[in-house]
T-cell receptor
Framework: KQEVTQIPAALSVPEGENLVLNCSFTDSAIYNLQWFRQDPGKGLTSLLLIQSSQREQTSGRLNASLDKSSGRSTLYIAASQPGDSATYLCAVRWGGGFKTIFGAGTRLFVKA | DAGITQSPRYKITETGRQVTLMCHQTWSHSYMFWYRQDLGHGLRLIYYSAAADITDKGEVPDGYVVSRSKTENFPLTLESATRSQTSVYFC?????????????FGSGTQLSVL
């Protein structure tokens, strides 16, 4: 069964700290992987998308890496800010279909 | 403005009633999706559509009906609402098949079935 797991479920860090969020998935034959941000009561915003042929993607202070062989992706956030506080979700699409499976998310709180 | 919009934002209904949630996108994306988000289950796919008049079941389709007569609209209907369908519903679209296959989400509809 194809599954996506995110650990930890919640994380609290002081402002300015660099941090890593983890995502693991079963079945390494993925098509792509996306990281999303969700603010309370809002929809999801796509942050980064990594195709299966790529190793990483960067956008500003965010860097997402992909290791298919180990079934893992990480989202690195540099110099965290209170405005980064949100839930971060990882979503995986496997080849041969159009269904995307989401992890449960990591709730991040950055303290000022 | 371009984007994906859902309506209503909030809806309260009673068990047994029919409810339709609306989704409209202005990007002409070929693919559209309906997800529900519940504590303990995360986001689960209800239905998706690859193009006008082409729809397919997702992970949790029972009790729901979709249609897509126009590319830009993808309504979700609960034929006879049940309490277990109380949830937050998200519509999403994507230009799958292009070089940018990101999913773009609406703001959601919070549905309460009493």
């Amino acid at each position: 069964k194809q599954e996506v797991t995110q650990i930890p479920a919640a994380l609290s860090v002081p402002e300015g700290e660099n941090l890593v969020l983890n995502c693991s998935f079963t079945d390494s034959a993925i098509y792509n992987l996306q990281w999303f941000r969700q603010d309370p009561g809002k929809g999801l915003t796509s942050l980064l998308l990594i195709q299966s042929s790529q190793r990483e993607q960067t956008s500003g202070r965010l860097n997402a890496s992909l290791d298919k062989s180990s079934g893992r992706s990480t989202l690195y956030i540099a110099a965290s800010q209170p405005g980064d506080s949100a839930t971060y979700l990882c979503a995986v699409r496997w080849g041969g279909g159009f269904k995307t499976i989401f992890g449960a998310g990591t709730r991040l709180f950055v303290k000022a | 403005d371009a984007g994906i919009t859902q309506s209503p934002r909030y809806k309260i209904t009673e068990t047994g009633r029919q409810v339709t949630l609306m989704c409209h996108q202005t990007w002409s994306h070929s693919y559209m999706f309906w997800y529900r988000q519940d504590l303990g289950h995360g986001l689960r796919l209800i239905y998706y559509s690859a193009a006008a008049d082409i729809t397919d079941k997702g992970e949790v389709p029972d009790g729901y009906v979709v249609s897509r007569s126009k590319t830009e609209n993808f309504p979700l209907t609960l034929e006879s609402a049940t309490r277990s369908q109380t949830s937050v519903y998200f519509c999403a679209s994507s230009p799958m098949g292009s070089t940018n296959e990101k999913l773009f989400f609406g703001s959601g509809t919070q549905l309460s079935v009493l």
